[in-house]
């Protein structure tokens, strides 16, 4: 493909990424990925430093 082609398809590409709507809806990505979790949450930095208190105790 010769160069001005590409530059062509990378401005379409350019063009699509800054006019498309990015909204997103957090409540429906929130169900998706409660809906197929099966890997266990990981801890949060609170929960380790707690546990790591507790061993140091």
Known sequence: MGRGRQKAKDAKIARQLKYTDHSSDL???ERELIGRS???AQPSEDER???WAEEDD
Do not use: I, M, N, Y
């Open 49 to 51: 430093r707690d546990r």
């Open 27 to 29: 409540r429906e990505l």
């Open 38 to 40: 099966s890997v266990p």
